[in-house]
């Protein structure tokens, strides 16, 4: 009698496990994809390595934690798939919008926030939430046996211990590159004899006032010299394993841009178009921009500086820039190594490990690159395993909407299906499916230039959030 019952205490201790989400990783991804799963009413216990076991790049214990830039990138949600990207999370409840919104800085017509006010929303969010609660601590290798449902969000800083363990399993190398961090400026060491403030264009995003950037001028003989320092520089060195990893293309240190051409900073980060010296009431020949890091404004992000230069190289080639002579730096610029899985060959469309099925994965190490598209995979973890451990399939978005198209990305290939070259790739409107060209206004005037390419946009931004709302409506029907 006494066996019997144990038998069924283990039994139902088993079950219980199984509808227990593991999430490992309190990252942008990890932290999506347990709200989702606690909002739909499933227990979720998180696993967090941090503050025992730190990473090359993070400097807090703190979820979310912004180890690059602060922005989030454009907030057009018409005519960007980045912006569309914002909208549709907000529509999903997601608490990394909710928490970017609550933080946010201004920047023109981009989305970028305090990141200790984020990193603090999301992380007060999550320890108060009755669903959700935190076991810390390293999982050194595969999850135990026992965990029925883990999401697995350590992103492209994942542990040793567990990436070995992982390609064992898959049998399956692990694809990687180089992600650089830019340097961060104290805005009282600016040098506003020189530099302005100015938004490209004047343009006004979501709390700003058309002056969001600082703006510092280079002219001709000032840019060649800047460019030959950066050649010249002492870089990081790479250890030997490390120098065949590749860049990612979106996020190329700056003297590595550089080494490409002698214009192609000015074609790039350093680009001067839409904006005016105030000195000379000219456009100037290059220019570099910082952007707005903290709710104060004390701390400034240099725009697309990215880097792989020594501290002391990056202090005295930076500091060559008209109005930074005197710059102190919050943060010199760093480099490190990202690690991402061959996700069309070794997960299913519900993201989960063939090889493994009880393991799910979310965030950059499944082929995003990106904060949002890393927590939009973490939003979508989230719902397919709180389907799971209610005992259903979890529906997929229609391809049609930027949710849709970051995981047909990623668990069918990139643009062109090509299963051998995956890359991480940020959402873009490539991996939409076509749409019908307009070819008239709302007034009937027929489109011309670049206003058919902007027509275009909307139509595939207005078809995915009609998409969106009609999936979203479904769920919420299947719910309850």
């Known amino acids: ?98 928490s970017a919104d609550a933080s946010q800085v201004p920047a023109g017509g981009a989305l970028a926030v305090d990141r200790i006010a984020f990193s603090d929303a999301v992380t007060k969010a999550l320890h108060a939430h009755p669903n959700i609660s935190f076991e ?58 020189i530099a302005w403030m100015q938004s ?100 400034w992000n240099m725009v697309g500086f990215q880097t792989k230069l020594k501290y002391g190289a990056q202090a005295e080639i930076f500091r060559m820039i008209p109005g930074l002579e005197n710059a102190e730096f919050a943060r010199l610029g760093g480099i490190h190594r990202n690690t991402f899985l061959n996700s069309p060959k070794l997960l299913d469309d519900a993201l989960r490990l063939k090889a493994m099925p009880r393991l799910r994965f979310a965030g950059q190490i499944t082929g995003v690159e990106g904060y949002l598209e890393s927590a939009a995979v973490g939003l979508l973890a989230g719902r397919f395993a709180a389907a799971e451990a209610g005992g259903v399939q979890g529906d997929a978005p229609p391809r049609t909407t930027a949710l849709g198209a970051l995981l047909h990305h990623i668990t069918a290939g990139h643009v062109g299906g090509s299963k051998q070259s995956f890359q991480p790739m940020n959402v873009n409107f490539g991996l939409f499916p076509d749409i019908e060209q307009p070819m008239q206004d709302a007034e009937g005037r027929r489109l011309k230039g670049k206003e058919k390419g902007r027509a275009k946009k909307r139509a595939l931004t207005a078809r995915a959030l009609g998409d969106l709302g009609r999936w979203r409506e479904t769920l919420i029907r299947r719910a309850g």
């Open 1 to 98: 009698m006494r066996e019997t019952m144990n038998e069924a205490a283990g039994e139902a201790m088993n079950e219980a496990t199984k509808k227990e989400i593991r999430i490992i990783g309190a990252g942008l991804a990890g932290s999506e994809a347990a709200w989702q799963a606690a909002q739909a009413g499933r227990r979720v216990i998180i696993h967090e390595m941090r503050p025992e076991k730190m990473t090359d790049a993070h400097q807090t214990a703190g979820c979310a934690e912004l180890v690059c830039s602060n922005s989030f990138r454009s907030d057009d949600k018409e005519t960007n798939a980045v912006g569309l990207l914002h909208e549709e999370m907000r529509r999903m409840g997601s608490l990394i919008m909710q």
């Open 136 to 193: 810390p601590g390293e999982i050194a290798g595969l999850p135990p046996e026992e965990w029925g449902n883990v999401v697995i969000a350590t992103g492209p800083l994942t542990s040793a211990a567990l990436a070995n363990a992982i390609h064992a399993l898959t049998g399956e190398d692990a694809l990687a590159f180089f992600d650089a961090i830019a340097p961060i400026v104290h805005r009282d060491s600016v040098n506003f004899d």
């Open 200 to 299: 490209r264009y004047d343009k006004k995003g979501p709390g700003g006032d058309g002056a969001d950037y600082i703006n510092c001028p280079l002219d001709e003989v000032q840019y060649a010299a800047f460019h030959a320092a950066l050649i010249a520089g002492e870089k990081t060195p790479f250890k030997e394993w490390e120098k065949s990893t590749p860049y990612f293309e979106a996020c190329l240190p700056v003297e590595v841009m550089a080494e490409r051409g002698v214009d192609t900073l000015r074609f790039g980060p350093m680009k001067p178009v839409g904006l005016t010296d105030p000195r000379t009431g000219r456009r100037p020949y290059a220019v570099v921009q910082l952007r707005q890091d903290n709710a104060l404004a004390s701390l």
